[in-house]
Each structure stands twice: as structure tokens, then as C-alpha cells.
């Protein structure tokens, strides 16, 4: 057996995928919104699952679509265990509702965002990748494009952040469970990522290079620009 097939199935991934979707308008809870004929999470799990790294994929879904959402996913799954349960009101509670449900035999566990559809399977192998190799929490990120302004409440421009130093963060994001367990007991709901609250707890975050195709579907433009890039 290769060490790469020893690798095989040791990653739980989390899957957050019962957020309403305001910002991208009408349509249902976002996840479940189509993009070419199958439904955001559809795609999403289609990708992590077929990461040799990952042996369990557990999704959050909208409350009162747990059952439909375990029949939506039944054929993308066939590699992976699968499991869902019922999300909650933030991304925070329905991230800790999938970690209370991973098996005991996970030691690594990503969380991803089901609106980062398009996220190759390579990044989520990276991400793991890294944890293995030591990091106990480890994010992908990108180098940001635009200038970045601190702007105060009522529009004024306070200061120009120094660009070079800023990283836009992405998902998946690998931890020890050890930390994320211990992340998310500690935390106040406070907006940010996992990784942030790991940050919090004085864990060292570290960064491995993110992908422009794990962009977060969150305003229409970007369903729009989803679905030009399906086909890459
Ligand atoms: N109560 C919530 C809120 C968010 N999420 C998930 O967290 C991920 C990232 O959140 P975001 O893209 O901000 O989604 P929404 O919260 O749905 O978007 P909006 O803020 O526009 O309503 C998404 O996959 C979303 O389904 C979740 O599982 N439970
Ligand atoms: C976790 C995340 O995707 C990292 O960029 C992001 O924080 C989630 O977005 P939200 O708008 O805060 O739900």
C-alpha cells in the first residue's frame, strides 16, 4: 500500500449549507438554488467527496429539509459516508451541529461553505494536506486585487491597508478536531470563520495558496459567473 493510499478517507468534511441566501434574493435557502440543473450543494459535495483525503462528508441543511436534502445527495456520495443534519440560525451553530455528528475516528475536519460550489477537489487534498503536515488549522487564501480602504461609519476614508499583507480567506478550512472542538466551545457568535475563532484561542493560523474557482456564490453576479465557469 502506497502512502498515498494510506492517506485515503482519514479527513471529515463539514459542510454548512443552511443559510438562507438573502443577500443573493429571492429563491429559497441558497444552497438548495440551482446553478445549470442541480443544486449548489449538489456540486459542492460532488467535489469534496471525490477528494481521496475524505472518508465523511456531513452536511447542515435548512431545518425542514433534512430529509430531501439526504435523498438529493444520495447518488453523489458512493466513495463516502454521509450524514445530515439539521442547520441552524447562523453558519456558527450549523457548523457545530455537523462537528457534534462526525465519528469518533476523525482526527481532521474541514469545514467548507456549500456556496463555494465550485471548489476543486485538489484544494480540499491541500488543506488536509497541511493539517497532516503539522498545521494545527490552516486556511486557503488568495492575494486580494482591489485597494483596501478602512472607511469609517459615515464614509470617510480613515486609512489604506498595506495590500501586500491582506488575504482574502477561503474554505475549506482543515483543523485538528481537538481545536475545532475546542474553537467552538468557546466561541461567541461573533461572524467570523472557523478559522478566527481558532485565531482567538491563540492557535496559529497558516495559509496554504486558495483558488479562484472556490469563490463564494453570494450575490446574483456570482451565480451568474458560476455558471460560465462550470464547464472549467
Ligand atoms: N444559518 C446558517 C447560515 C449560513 N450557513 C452556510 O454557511 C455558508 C456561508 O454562508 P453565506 O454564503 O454567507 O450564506 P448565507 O448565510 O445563506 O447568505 P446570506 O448572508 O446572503 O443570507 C453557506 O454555505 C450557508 O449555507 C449555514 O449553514 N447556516
Ligand atoms: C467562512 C468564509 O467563507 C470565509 O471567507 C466566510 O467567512 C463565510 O461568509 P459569511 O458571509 O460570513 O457567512
Redesign the pocket.
Known sequence: MTAQQRMRGDVAVLV?????????GPGGP??LRSLRGEPLLVHAVRRVAAAPCVGCVVV?APADSVAAVRDLLSSVHEHVELLVVA?????Q??VAAALGAVPDRYDIVLVH???RALTPPELVERVAAAVRDGHAAVIPALPVVDTIKHVQPNGEVLATLDRSALRAAQTPQGFLRSVLVEAHAAAVDDHTDDAGMAEKMGVPVWTVPGEELAL?I?RPLDLAIAELLLDR
Open positions: 454548512p449549507a443552511a443559510g438562507q441566501g438573502i443577500r443573493l441558497k444552497a447542515a442547520g441552524g440560525t447562523t453558519r451553530e450549523s461553505d456549500a456556496a463564494k453570494t
